[in-house]
């Protein structure tokens, strides 16, 4: 149980374009959604904790209008790159906690903008 | 200040011997949970074994061993008996707080990359 489906697992994108990364819930209401971001060879870094309902919290230094982040309902949260420029290239990740249980990820988006 | 420090950037191992990657933490909360994931090169992470900070006994799973030692702010996984499909990173993590403090998420220490050797 406790299942994070994440899709797309690879994308690749132009410079200037958007991407759309999404994360479900599948067997269980995630009412927070956590998102990291790593580079290669480094360690999972929080980008921002989205709460279904209400806005995302962003942690310092990341940019809210540059990635949107949605969670409009208890079993999806979407992360959205806009603008996207090459050193956005990076490993996206998402995270739930569902209740009694420990941390479950989603299998991660591999962003490559060209 | 680096919450979770894993000193060991990478580490080899012989398979079928036993490997511990170190993992020192530091907060000032008496509740927080302590975990370890493994990330194959695929990316997915793996969670491993956890330990709450009220736990008095050391977690096992399997393979897996937590060597806590509160009072030194430690938290070492053990391998036993490796295998080469353990060949990975390794992260240790924190929550801190009995939910996790403001918003509940994972901190990560930079990694330990393990290499099985045959």
Redesign the interface.
Known sequence: GAVVSQHPSRVICKSGTSVKIECRSLDFQAT?M?WYR?FPK?????MA?SNEGSKA?YEQGVEKDKFLINHASLTLSTLTVTSAHPEDSS?Y?C?A?PVNY????G??T?LTVV | AQKITQTQPGMFVQEKEAVTLDCTYDTSDQSYGLFWYKQPSSGEMIFLIYQGSYDEQNATEGRYSLNFQKARKSANLVISASQLGDSAMYFCAMREGRHGGSQGNLIFGKGTKLSVKP
């Not at chain 1, 420990?102 to 990820?105: E, I, N, Q, V, W």
């Open positions: 927070t956590f790593q480094q360690s999972l870094m929080l904790t919290t490993f990740i995270s906690r420990g941390y479950t990820f299998s991660g591999r």
